[in-house]
């Protein structure tokens, strides 16, 4: 079975520009989290969709916003980029989004914001 | 004060030895924990599950919770430079609505020196 997918790898954006990214979850999975990692704050969750609703989300700006597909593809997108916003964002999916199911991680998205 | 505290390391143990990660949470209502294995470069891995006090065996690695005490470990028997990564411990917050969110903590750097 094919594992989390996102693309792209890699992004260069300037301050002020916007960028989205995309993820594929496992075939069947229908939770789909999103989270931003870097250096000094670590892994930091963004939100989780279900069912193409936001069902959970963390303590990001409205900057960040996303959204999910009929087929639980989803997407992530981040507005007026700061250089803050510099960082790996991994996607991860399960299958119901329960608390005591595996979450599989993608290989990320690495954004670096000049 | 972080909801999930670690150790960020590194910690150093010689091959064959066992080692011992530790991490602390905040919040008591919090009903389960992960630990995460992350190599460098690569996304995070699922280790360990565990949601009741007690001991929980895998293989070489063992989990221990202790709710009275907010105190979450894991054991690494026989340590191999391969489990030299970054273990993330992350605990499920359930909050109900819009706020359950699986928060991590930064992470302890485990060395394994052959």
């Known amino acids: 079975k094919a594992g989390v997918t996102q693309t792209p790898r890699y992004l260069i954006k300037t301050r002020g520009q916007q960028v989205t990214l995309s993820c594929s979850p496992i075939s069947g999975h229908r939770s789909v989290s999103w989270y931003q990692q870097t250096p000094g704050q670590g892994l930091q969750f963004l939100f989780e969709y279900f069912s193409e609703t936001q069902r959970n989300k963390g303590n990001f700006p409205g900057r960040f916003s996303g959204r999910q597909f009929s087929n639980s593809r989803s997407e992530m997108n981040v507005s007026t980029l700061e250089l803050g916003d510099s960082a790996l964002y991994l996607c991860?999916?399960?299958?119901?989004?329960?608390?005591?199911?595996?979450?599989?991680f993608g290989p990320g998205t690495r954004l670096l914001v000049l | 004060q972080k909801e999930v505290e670690q150790n960020s390391g590194p910690l150093s143990v010689p091959e064959g030895a066992i080692a011992s990660l530790n991490c602390t949470y905040s919040d008591r209502g919090s009903q389960s924990f992960f630990w995460y294995r992350q190599y460098s470069g690569k996304s995070p891995e699922l280790i360990m599950f565990?949601?009741?006090?007690g001991d929980k065996e895998d293989g070489r690695f063992t989990a221990q919770l202790n709710k009275a005490s907010q105190y979450v470990s894991l054991l690494i028997r026989d340590s191999q430079p391969s489990d030299s990564a970054t273990y993330l411990c992350?605990?499920?917050?359930?909050?109900?609505?819009?706020?359950?969110?699986?928060?991590f903590g930064t992470g302890t750097l485990l060395a394994v020196q052959p």
């Open positions: 992350a605990e499920y917050m359930n909050y109900g609505g819009a706020t359950n969110k699986l928060i």
């Open positions: 565990i949601y009741s006090n």
């Open positions: 991860a999916s399960s299958l119901m989004g329960d608390p005591q199911e595996t979450q599989y």
